[in-house]
């Protein structure tokens, strides 16, 4: 195999999902005896998207935690799960989007092993279904939260299905005070 073909292979294609800007990248393994190599993330996967990666963190949760939904004013989010499974919960909250308040969830980790990119002004947020860690690249340095905002995870009008079957999720103090979009006023909400 030539580099250009190696090269070629490691290049991956991002796949559209329902809300207008998200998309998902699948994640090749190439495993040998000594272990496994992936790329978790290419810059050129979204030439579409001008953003430079100025931050990555790192959130460890306990199964049966969910964090969020949160969304941005000025920060792209890039997720990728290495340990563990989470489902993710996501709604367009932009009001001019051509899929404004459509939702979507999706299990990525373990076997889904997959990257997801989210743009501004589309909530999100993980529920852990196991122990996990979760990476995720940002566009922004965090700014001692002024670009923190949440909308609650169980808001009937958004009716996002994560798949719970009547469990109590653990939520950080934070969450559990997140309002209704109803409640949310405009100037605070993505536009």
């Not at 990476?135 to 299905?161: F, H, Q, R, S």
Request: a negative charge.
């Amino acid at each position: 195999m030539t580099m250009k073909d190696e090269t070629t292979q490691l290049l991956l294609p991002i796949h559209p999902i329902t809300i207008e800007g998200v998309y998902v990248a699948t994640i090749r393994a190439y495993e040998d005896e000594r272990g496994r190599f992936m790329e978790t993330f290419r810059r050129e996967w979204f030439p579409t998207v001008n953003w430079d990666r100025i931050q990555s963190n790192r959130s460890d949760s306990k199964a049966g935690v969910l964090r969020g939904l949160h969304y941005h004013h000025h920060q792209i989010d890039y997720w990728y799960v290495p340990r563990g499974l989470v489902r993710v919960g996501m709604v367009d909250l932009r009001p001019n989007s051509k899929t404004y308040m459509v939702t979507h969830t999706m299990e990525i980790g373990e076997k889904h092993n997959l990257g997801v990119f989210i743009p501004i002004g589309v909530a999100h947020g993980f529920y852990a279904v196991t122990d996990a860690t979760l990476m995720y690249t940002v566009n922004n340095y965090y700014n001692g939260g002024k670009d923190e905002n949440g909308v609650a995870w169980n808001d009937p009008d958004i009716n996002l299905d994560w798949g719970l079957n009547g469990a109590s999720p653990l939520l950080s103090p934070r969450d559990v005070q997140n309002r209704f979009l109803r409640d949310i006023p405009p100037e605070e909400r993505p536009q």
